[in-house]
């Protein structure tokens, strides 16, 4: 993409650039730069002139400024809908995490009813050995 600068801008440059070549003693270069418009400057360098570039930028602005209503409409639509689904997510993850709570409970249950159950399983064992040993010797 060329650069772009106003006709001031050009000529501008243009000037500074022959002051520069006089100062370092390239007079021939300098004297061409000064037999220069504004434009072949600008060629030169690769650079378009443009009339009036803050027109341009009013033009665009007042174009996006036309769309930027129903974007706006279009974007907040579907920030609302974000926010419920965001909602619902909520919702379903603290039904997830009760569920999953009461499930903990009914497993710390369980596995103190199976403890307690394996305790009474090896009292009753060593009470059995206890009587075993009891009798053995007596017989």
Do not use: C, H, W
């Amino acid at each position: 993409m060329a650069k772009l600068m106003t006709r001031s801008e050009a000529e501008t440059k243009r000037r500074r650039a022959v002051e520069m070549l006089k100062r370092f003693g390239r007079d021939e270069e300098a004297e061409r730069f000064e037999g220069m418009t504004a434009e072949e400057y600008a060629q030169g360098k690769g650079a378009e002139i443009i009339s009036n570039p803050n027109r341009k930028e009013r033009i665009m602005a007042k174009r996006k400024a036309a769309r930027k209503p129903a974007e706006l409409e279009e974007l907040e639509e579907r920030v609302a809908e974000l926010e419920t689904e965001v909602e619902d997510l909520e919702t379903e993850l603290e039904e997830v995490t009760d569920e999953r709570d009461e499930l903990a409970e009914q497993v710390d249950a369980v596995a103190e009813a199976i403890g307690a159950a394996e305790e009474e399983e090896e009292d009753e064992e060593e009470q059995g050995d206890e009587d075993e040993d009891e009798q053995q010797p007596g017989e």
